[in-house]
């Protein structure tokens, strides 16, 4: 299984960006998909997942601003992030867990950048 990203970039604060992120190979069954961030120094962290059955969980620092989706047909995840704030800065990794002993597939990160 395979996940490539796209999206990322430089941003202003109050902006919007959408990540996309899709699935390829012998995927089998899915726990969830989603998005997590990483900031220097520090733990990968939670963004939003979405299951599925479609329930979505987010970060509390992120509800209310951003929403995740899922295209069943297209394996492809979608984050997008409204009123971008400056510490939404972070490599967004995205993250698809299969069934099967909750194996973690991540793929390559993306720089999203929200400037002041």
């Known amino acids: 299984v395979q996940l490539q990203a796209s999206g990322g970039g430089l941003v202003q604060a109050g902006g919007s960006l959408r990540l996309s992120c899709g699935a390829s190979g012998n995927i089998g069954s899915i726990n969830h998909m989603g998005w997590y961030r990483q900031t220097p120094g520090n733990r990968r962290e939670l963004v939003a997942t979405i299951s599925s059955s479609g329930s979505a969980n987010f970060a509390a620092s992120v509800k209310g601003r951003f929403t995740i989706s899922r295209d069943h047909a297209k394996n492809t995840v979608y984050l997008q992030m409204n009123s971008l704030k400056p510490e939404d800065t972070a490599v967004y990794y995205c993250?698809?867990?299969?069934?099967?002993?909750?194996?973690?597939?991540w793929g390559q990160g993306t720089q999203v950048t929200v400037s002041s």
């Open positions: 993250n698809l867990q299969l069934k099967w002993r909750y194996t973690d597939i």
